[in-house]
């Protein structure tokens, strides 16, 4: 069955930082589009960041300069290094795939999704 884990998030306070993981299980999620996405209270799920298999990437201009996505094939895992946290990055963060190049910022191109993991920024 696939499957994506997210692991990592929790409680930080603003300026601080936090590694969000996410564990694919079931097919080798390398050659996949992987990205990032989040949901504030009461707000529509928007894009953070993507990775295609070449390690190309792109992210949101909010977190842009903060956040690095980054992916280790050999443990078919994807991460999301959150720097400089502010209170507006509160959300429920979620991880998706796609068989693709594009690192889309769509999140209606990616088939494959996990959980979500909250993270909460205190100011």
């Known amino acids: 069955q696939d499957q994506l884990v997210e692991s990592g998030g929790g409680l930080v306070q603003a300026g601080g930082s936090m590694r969000l993981s996410c564990a694919a299980s079931?097919?080798?999620?390398?050659?996949?589009?992987m990205g990032w996405f989040r949901q504030a209270p009461g707000k529509e799920r928007e894009f953070v960041a993507a990775?295609?298999?070449?390690?190309?990437?792109r992210y949101a201009d909010s977190v842009k300069g903060r956040f690095t996505i980054s992916k280790d094939n050999a443990k078919n895992t994807v991460y999301l290094q959150m720097d400089s946290l502010k209170p507006e990055d509160t959300a429920v963060y979620y991880c998706?795939?796609?068989?693709?190049?594009?690192?889309?910022?769509?999140?209606?191109?990616?088939?494959?999704w996990g959980q979500g993991t909250q993270v909460t920024v205190s100011s």
């Open positions: 079931g097919r080798t999620f390398s050659s996949y589009v």
């Open positions: 990775i295609n298999f070449l390690r190309s990437t």
């Open positions: 998706a795939g796609r068989t693709a190049f594009d690192p889309s910022s769509y999140e209606g191109d990616y088939t494959y």
